[in-house]
């Protein structure tokens, strides 16, 4: 199975700041790795997919790239919105696997 | 509007069965491969399987620690997507997510759609 690692698994951020969250994946997995976002009590929202495809909807600020094993996901400006969790998953072969997860809160 | 819609949670025991269903509008049920993912209290997300549409048989995939004990169906005429859980353990408590897959191909094989989630507790 693809193990996939993110970090940090927590960060404390202020709004305005850019934010880096990174996931690694155990083998490459082309480029074919999906960003959720999830807040308390709902569900999991898809925020990017192929690694640096922004979902419709989602606000510019997101950005994703990445190919292989290591990829990115940033917020370039921190709204108080985005306080969230976020996780990486990768589609590229069963079992379809997902991070661990990295939960941004207000510094 | 693509909504899904999960029912069926609830208490069980250790040992027993649970059929969770998810009910589907908006968006055309039966060209869609269909995923269930859940999410332990606190925890992370767990994919814990997949079924391909009629063009594809139907065929499933699934997670290691559901294999054998879990099958996931479908019926294209009521748009409803399907989770059959047997021999359930404390380890299965966890919202259940039912998703839609964006496509067949590799690069649309995630979730671009999530239900609200139901909740299965596994207690005695």
């Known amino acids: 199975d693809i193990q996939l690692t993110q970090s940090p698994s927590f960060l404390s951020a202020s709004i305005g700041d850019r934010v880096t969250i990174t996931c690694r994946a155990s083998?490459?997995?082309?480029?074919?790795l999906a960003w959720y976002q999830q807040k308390p009590g709902k569900a999991p929202k898809l925020l990017m997919y192929?690694?640096?495809t922004l979902q419709s909807g989602v606000p510019s600020r997101f950005s994703g790239s990445g190919s292989g094993t290591e990829f990115t996901l940033t917020i370039s400006s921190l709204q108080p919105e985005d306080f969230a969790t976020y996780y990486c998953q990768q589609h590229n072969s069963y079992p379809l696997t997902f991070g661990g997860g990295t939960k941004v809160e207000i510094k | 509007e693509v909504q899904l819609v999960e029912s069926g949670g609830g208490l069980v025991q250790p040992g027993g069965s649970l059929r969770l269903s998810c009910a589907t509008s908006g968006f055309t049920f039966s060209d869609h491969y269909m995923d269930w993912v859940r999410q332990a209290p606190g925890k992370g997300l767990e994919w814990v399987g997949r079924t391909r549409n009629r063009a594809n048989s139907y065929t499933t995939e699934y997670a290691a620690s559901a294999k054998g004990r879990f099958t996931i169906s479908r019926d294209d005429s009521r748009n409803s997507l399907y989770l059959q859980m047997n021999s359930l353990n404390t380890e299965d408590t966890a919202v259940y997510y039912c998703?839609?897959?964006?496509?067949?191909?590799?690069?649309?094989?995630?979730?671009?759609?999530w239900g609200q989630g139901t909740l299965v507790t596994v207690s005695s």
């Open positions: 192929v690694a640096a």
């Open positions: 998703t839609r897959v964006r496509s067949s191909s590799w690069s649309g094989s995630f979730s671009d759609y």
């Open positions: 083998q490459g997995i082309s480029n074919y």
